[in-house]
C-alpha cells in the first residue's frame, strides 16, 4: 500500500516569504501527484498536480517532483494570509486507478 | 459548475447507534469516495464506488457499510457508532479512472 509522508507538521511564515512543503511516497510507479488545500470547516480543494518528474508552475505555486527520490514540494511564493491552510499531498495510480493516497497534511500560518 | 453536497454537516450521535451519512453530487462522475479524516492523520479511505450499484472496500470498511443505488448519491452507514468517537467523513467523486476529485465539505461526527 503506497504511503505518503508530509513534513513539517506545520510551518509558520511571514507574509511575503516563500513556503515550502514536502512530501516523500514509497512507489516510483506511482501516476499522479497532487496538492489539496483545506480551509477549517471544509472540504479539501485541488491546487495543483503533476505527472511527470520535473516542475510545474501555476502562478504563486510551483512543484517539483523527483520520482528517483520519491519526494515532491510544494513551494508558494509570496505567501499570504489567505494561504493559511492545512495542504494536503495525495498519490493516485495505484491498484484501483483513479484512487489517491492522503498524507497526514502541514498545516500552514501566514503571520501578516 | 456542479456541486456535491454532504448530509448532514454534524451529526451526534450515541454509543451503539446506527448512523447514516449522504452525499449528493450533480457533476454525473462515475466514481464516488467515502474518506475519513482524523485529526493528525491522512484521509483514509472506507468505501468507493466506480458505477451505480457498485462498491469497493477501502482500507477502514470495517464498521462500515455503504450505498449507492442512484449514479449522483452515496450514503455510509456507520454500523455501531463508538463512544467518544470524533471524526470529519469526506465524499468525494471524480470521473472515471482519473484522479481529479472534488470533495464536499464533510460531515463531522461526535458520539456521546
Known amino acids: 500500500q503506497e504511503k505518503v509522508q508530509q513534513s513539517p507538521e506545520s510551518l509558520i511564515v511571514p507574509e511575503g516569504a516563500m513556503s515550502s512543503l514536502n512530501c516523500t511516497f514509497s512507489?516510483?510507479?506511482?501516476?499522479s501527484i497532487w496538492w489539496y488545500q483545506q480551509h477549517p470547516g471544509k472540504g479539501p480543494e485541488a491546487l495543483i498536480s503533476i505527472f511527470s518528474n520535473g516542475n510545474k508552475k501555476e502562478g504563486r505555486l510551483t512543484v517539483y517532483l523527483n520520482r528517483a527520490s520519491l519526494h515532491v514540494s510544494l513551494h508558494i511564493r509570496d505567501s499570504q494570509p489567505s494561504d493559511s491552510a492545512v495542504y494536503l499531498c495525495a498519490v493516485g495510480g495505484g491498484s484501483a486507478l483513479g484512487r489517491l493516497h492522503f498524507g497526514a497534511g502541514t498545516q500552514l500560518i501566514v503571520i501578516p | 459548475g456542479g456541486i456535491i453536497t454532504q448530509t448532514p454537516k454534524f451529526l451526534i450521535g450515541q454509543e451503539g447507534q446506527k448512523l447514516t451519512l449522504k452525499c449528493q453530487q450533480n457533476?454525473?462522475?462515475?466514481?464516488m469516495y467515502w474518506y475519513r479524516q482524523d485529526s493528525g492523520k491522512g484521509l483514509r479511505l472506507i468505501y468507493y464506488s466506480i458505477t451505480e450499484n457498485d462498491l469497493q472496500k477501502g482500507d477502514l470498511s470495517e464498521g462500515y457499510d455503504a450505498s449507492r443505488e442512484k449514479k449522483s448519491s452515496f450514503s455510509l452507514t456507520v454500523t455501531s457508532a463508538q463512544k467518544n468517537e470524533m471524526a470529519v467523513f469526506l465524499c468525494a467523486s471524480s470521473p472515471s479512472g482519473n484522479s481529479d476529485y472534488t470533495f464536499g465539505s464533510g460531515t463531522r461526527l461526535l458520539v456521546i
Open positions: 512507489n516510483s510507479a506511482s501516476q
Open positions: 457533476f454525473n462522475h462515475d466514481t
